[in-house]
C-alpha cells in the first residue's frame, strides 16, 4: 500500500472556486489515496461565500484578504507573505492552483520558492496579448511556467503549452471543470428564486475586466441602454460584479430604465438557469464563454481578444470589443435577423464533457504513481 498524499487545493475567487468545486469533491472521494485541504485567499469574500456555500465546501483555511477596490499590488503581496505560513504547517506534496487570478500566480510561487510541486487546472489558454485580458495573461503564462502539472482543458492549449516548450509528459487533456460544475448544479441542485425571467425574451448581461474599466464601460452600458429602449418587451438581466469600479458606472448608466434589471451577483445555481433561460449572453467573462455555447446560447463578448478561440471558431461566440454603435448593432441583429440567431445557437462543447475533474484526478494519481498507465486525454466529440 502506498503512502497517501496530501493535496492542497487552493483558490480565491468566483470562478476559480466554481471550477475548482468539481476538483475538490473527486479528490474527497479518493480519501484512500489522498488528504485532501482547500485553501481559500478569499480574494473575492460575498461572491466566493456563494460558491462555497453553493457546493458545500468548507476551507481548511480562509486568510481572508479581500479590501474595498483592492489593488493588484496588495492582492500579489499579502497572499504571497500568509501563505508561507500555511504551506509550512500543511507541508503539502502537491498544491493545485486554477486560472489566471492573482491568487493563483501568487500561491503558485509561494509553493514554487518551498519547492512543492504545483499543478496547474485551466493551463495552456492563451490570447497572445500581455494587456487583454489585465493581468491575467501573465499571471496564465506566469502560473504554467511554475507548474509541475499541466492540466490543459482543450487540445489548443496543450500546443500552446508545447509551443513554450513545456515539457510534453506534464501536459494532460482534461477539459474545463466548467462543464463538471455546470452539469452538477443543473442536475442536483433544482431549487432557484430565478422564477420570472423565462416568460419575456430575455438578454443576459455580465461585465467585470479590468481593462474594460472607464470609457469602454460607458461604452457598453449606453450600448445595452438604447437596446433597452429599442425593445422594450425584452428584459436584460444584468447581475452587477460587486467591484465599485463596475457598480457605479453600471448603476448610473442603467439605473433607471425600465427592463435593465440590475442585480447583486446571483449564486451559481440561480445564475446557471439564467443562462438557460436567456436567448443570448453578452459579456466580458471567461467562464461564460464556455458556459453558454455548451446549452446552445449564442455569446457577444465584449473585448478585443479572447484565450478561448474554440467557440468562436464553432459559431457561437462573437468577439465584439467595446464601440458603442458596435455592440448595439451585434445585439439588434440577434434580436432582429432569426437566422443570423439560429446560426449561433447551437449547442458545441469544446471544453468538456463533465469528466475534467475526473481526468484531473487520474493525471495526479499517474504522477504519484498510484496508477501506471497515462489517463486518456479528452477529446471533444
Ligand atoms: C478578479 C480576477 C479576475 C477574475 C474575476 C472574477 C485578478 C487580478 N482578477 O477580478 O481574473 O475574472 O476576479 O470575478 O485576480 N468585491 C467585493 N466582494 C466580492 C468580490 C469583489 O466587494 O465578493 C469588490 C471589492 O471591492 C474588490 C473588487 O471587487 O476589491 C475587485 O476584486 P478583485 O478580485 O481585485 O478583481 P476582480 O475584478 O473581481
Ligand atoms: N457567475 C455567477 N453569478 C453571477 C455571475 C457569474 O455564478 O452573478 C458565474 C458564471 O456562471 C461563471 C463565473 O461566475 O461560471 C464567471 O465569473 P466571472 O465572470 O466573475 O469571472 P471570469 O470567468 O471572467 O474569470
Aim: hydrophobic share 35%.
Amino acid at each position: 500500500m502506498k503512502e497517501k498524499k496530501k493535496v492542497l487545493i487552493v483558490f480565491g475567487t468566483r470562478p476559480e472556486a466554481i471550477k475548482m468545486a468539481p476538483v475538490v469533491r473527486e479528490f474527497k472521494k479518493h480519501s484512500e489515496e489522498f488528504i485532501t485541504k482547500v485553501y481559500v485567499t478569499a480574494q473575492h469574500r460575498e461572491m466566493l461565500d456563494d460558491v462555497l456555500e453553493v457546493f458545500s465546501i468548507k476551507p481548511d483555511h480562509d486568510i481572508n484578504v479581500m479590501q474595498k477596490n483592492q489593488s493588484l499590488f496588495y492582492i500579489t503581496s499579502e497572499v504571497l507573505k500568509r501563505s508561507e505560513g500555511i504551506l509550512d504547517k500543511e507541508k503539502p506534496d502537491m498544491v493545485l492552483v486554477h486560472g489566471d487570478t492573482t491568487t493563483t500566480f501568487t500561491v503558485a510561487l509561494a509553493a514554487f520558492y518551498k519547492k512543492i510541486p504545483v499543478g496547474h487546472v485551466e493551463a495552456g489558454l492563451r490570447s497572445y496579448d500581455k494587456y487583454q485580458p489585465f493581468p491575467e495573461e501573465i499571471n496564465r503564462v506566469l502560473g504554467d511556467s511554475l507548474a509541475a502539472l499541466h492540466f490543459a482543458p482543450t487540445g489548443t492549449c496543450k500546443k500552446a503549452l508545447l509551443k513554450e516548450n513545456t515539457d510534453k509528459s506534464s501536459i494532460y487533456i482534461t477539459g474545463n471543470t466548467v462543464i463538471d460544475a455546470l452539469h452538477t448544479v443543473l442536475k442536483e441542485i433544482k431549487s432557484s428564486s430565478i422564477y420570472f425571467v423565462g416568460s419575456p425574451k430575455c438578454i443576459l448581461v455580465t461585465a467585470h475586466r479590468r481593462e474594460n474599466f472607464g470609457k469602454p464601460f460607458s461604452n457598453i452600458f449606453n450600448a445595452i441602454k438604447r437596446v433597452a429602449e429599442r425593445y422594450p418587451k425584452v428584459n436584460i438581466i444584468y447581475p452587477v460584479h460587486m467591484s465599485p469600479n463596475v457598480q457605479e458606472p453600471a448603476n448610473r448608466i442603467l439605473g433607471n430604465t425600465r427592463n435593465v434589471i440590475l442585480f447583486p451577483p446571483l449564486n451559481y445555481s440561480d445564475f446557471s438557469k439564467l443562462i438557460e433561460a436567456s436567448c443570448f449572453v453578452v459579456t466580458d467573462s471567461g467562464g461564460l464563454q464556455e458556459e453558454a455555447p455548451s446549452l446552445g446560447k449564442p455569446v457577444l463578448v465584449l473585448r478585443n481578444v479572447t484565450e478561448r478561440p474554440e467557440a468562436v471558431s464553432s459559431g457561437t461566440v462573437r468577439i465584439i470589443g467595446t464601440d458603442e454603435e458596435r455592440v448595439f448593432k451585434e445585439m439588434c441583429n440577434l434580436l432582429d435577423n432569426k437566422k443570423h440567431y439560429d446560426k449561433m445557437a447551437k449547442a458545441v462543447n469544446p471544453y468538456g464533457d463533465g469528466k475534467a475533474a475526473y481526468r484531473t484526478l487520474q493525471a495526479v494519481r499517474h504522477y504519484f504513481g498510484f496508477r501506471k498507465d497515462r489517463p486518456k486525454d479528452f477529446t471533444p466529440k
